[in-house]
């Protein structure tokens, strides 16, 4: 079962960056689809970047152009650039596979955009 642990989250001003990383334990990484998802306060877990096993990327309308998501397969890392970060971005931001995998939710990294 493989398991995720995200990080990179952090509080930042409107307009501003952040690249989030997710590393992956377990073999069998580079196969899988990966996504991250966020849940904001009051609000379901939602998917907002995907990329395939074979490098194919797919963004929610809300981050486009914005966000880019990367991976990694030789560190079984998956990444989130995170540019001109809005108010409204502000959530625990997570990693998993697409579909994902109810056991492997990891903690989140918590994304806060505030002045």
């Known amino acids: 079962q493989v398991q995720f642990v995200e990080s990179g989250g952090g509080l930042v001003q409107p307009g501003g960056s952040l690249r989030l990383s997710c590393a992956a334990s377990?073999?069998?990484?580079?196969?899988?689809?990966m996504g991250w998802y966020r849940q904001a306060p009051g609000k379901q877990r939602e998917l907002v970047a995907r990329?395939?096993?074979?490098?194919?990327?797919y963004y929610a309308d809300s981050v486009k152009g914005r966000f880019t998501i990367s991976r990694d397969n030789i560190k079984n890392t998956v990444y989130l650039q995170i540019n001109s970060l809005k108010p409204e971005d502000t959530a625990v931001y997570y990693c998993?596979?697409?579909?994902?995998?109810?056991?492997?939710w990891g903690q989140g990294t918590q994304v806060t955009v505030s002045s």
């Open positions: 998993n596979r697409v579909p994902y995998y109810e056991g492997s």
């Open positions: 377990g073999s069998m990484f580079s196969i899988y689809d």
């Open positions: 990329i395939s096993s074979g490098y194919g990327t």
